[in-house]
């Protein structure tokens, strides 16, 4: 019985070991899947905010052009009226015959 009993305990001990061999090992893949997916999140992320940073700059810079665009067109309207106002033949001509 004592050979049998301690078979049994040596066995216990080396599935014990194997046990704990495989919880660290997977506890070690986790943890290795959980930084895998870090990563993977991260560099989503990173491309996403360039992406809406390409977008913000795009939309300041076309906001920039059209108030741009708004002062020369207005320019354009002022010198177009001063144009309207004057006479186009001189003062004293003779009348197109």
């Known amino acids: 019985?004592?050979?049998?009993?301690?078979?049994?305990?040596?066995?216990?001990?080396?599935?014990?070991?194997?046990a704990l061999g495989v919880f660290v090992a997977v506890q070690i893949y986790f943890v290795q899947e959980m930084i895998a997916a870090l990563f993977l999140f991260t560099g989503i992320f990173v491309v996403c905010a360039l992406v809406a940073l390409v977008?913000?700059?795009?939309?300041?810079?076309?906001?920039?052009?059209?108030?741009?665009?708004?002062?020369?067109?207005?320019?354009?309207?002022?010198v177009a009226e001063e144009i309207s106002k004057k006479q186009l033949r001189r003062p004293r001509s003779e009348p197109a015959q």
């Open 55 to 78: 977008f913000y700059l795009v939309d300041r810079a076309s906001r920039w052009g059209l108030g741009a665009a708004e002062i020369q067109a207005k320019r354009a309207l002022v």
């Open 1 to 18: 019985m004592m050979v049998s009993k301690a078979f049994s305990e040596q066995k216990a001990r080396k599935w014990l070991w194997i």
